[in-house]
């Protein structure tokens, strides 16, 4: 089955800095990569997510990349608040609305103000 | 977008007992999933809610230690039967708003087992 592995663990920026989250995925035939946010004691919202018909998306502050001959992808976030502070998930799916997502393990993502 | 609710938001429960818990969307939605995060883990998924049929369970959930219902497009529960300390964990209720592949989840309900 898919294995997604998901590094740093934890991540501390300054305010404004740029923070990058990486994650690799083993099943070549996975072709939608969301990305979702888990702030304190809430449940994990969708922030972006990408499929494997386009390399780049952006919305805002947030971008994902897609390297599908590596099979890794990434979060950027610019310009960081403290609010960005959270943990964050990526996932991948073998097939685009079949919702069975393998989650990465989360990054903690603490910005200094 | 819609709302996701469910209930309870946490609890504290007794070995042995079980628990069940609501989830209910203010729109009609066709795929609606149980997923569980144990503390300070990723998540996994449970079982897919079906509308009027049996759940459908990944690998190492069962029907009887996670009985689900789906009565209608807006309410499903899951219920955590014979609870052990190894079952506290928050259980999220995720559902396909639109029909467009993209999961959303409620805020999840927080359960310690004592």
């Known amino acids: 089955g898919e294995n997604v592995e998901q590094h740093p663990s934890t991540l501390s920026v300054q305010e404004g800095d740029s923070a990058v989250i990486k994650c690799t995925y083993s099943?070549?035939?996975?072709?939608?990569f969301p990305w979702y946010k888990q702030e304190l004691g809430k449940g994990p919202q969708l922030i972006i997510d990408?499929?494997?018909?386009?390399g780049e998306k952006k919305d805002q502050r947030i971008a994902v990349t897609l390297n599908k001959t590596a099979k890794h992808f990434s979060l950027h976030i610019t310009e960081t608040q403290p609010e960005d502070s959270a943990v964050y998930f990526c996932?991948?799916?073998?097939?685009?609305?079949?919702?069975?997502?393998?989650f990465g393990k989360g990054t903690l993502l603490t910005v200094n103000p | 977008s819609a709302v996701i609710s469910q209930k309870p938001s946490r609890d504290i429960c007794q070995r042995g007992t079980s628990l069940t818990i609501q989830c209910q969307v203010d729109?009609?939605?066709?795929?609606m999933f149980w997923y569980r995060q144990q503390p300070g883990q990723s998540l996994t998924l449970i079982a897919t809610?079906?509308?009027?049929?049996?759940?459908?369970?990944e690998s190492g959930f069962v029907i009887d230690k996670f009985p689900i219902s789906r009565p209608n497009l807006t309410f499903s529960t899951l219920t955590v039967s014979n609870m052990s300390p190894e079952d506290s964990s928050i259980y999220l209720c995720?559902?396909?708003?639109?029909?467009?592949?993209?999961?959303?989840f409620g805020e999840g309900s927080r359960l310690t087992v004592l």
């Open positions: 729109s009609q939605v066709t795929m």
């Open positions: 995720s559902v396909d708003i639109a029909s467009t592949g993209e999961l959303f």
């Open positions: 990408i499929r494997s018909n386009v």
């Open positions: 996932a991948a799916s073998i097939k685009w609305g079949n919702y069975k997502l393998t």
């Open positions: 809610a079906n509308q009027g049929s049996e759940a459908t369970y």
């Open positions: 099943d070549s035939a996975s072709n939608y």
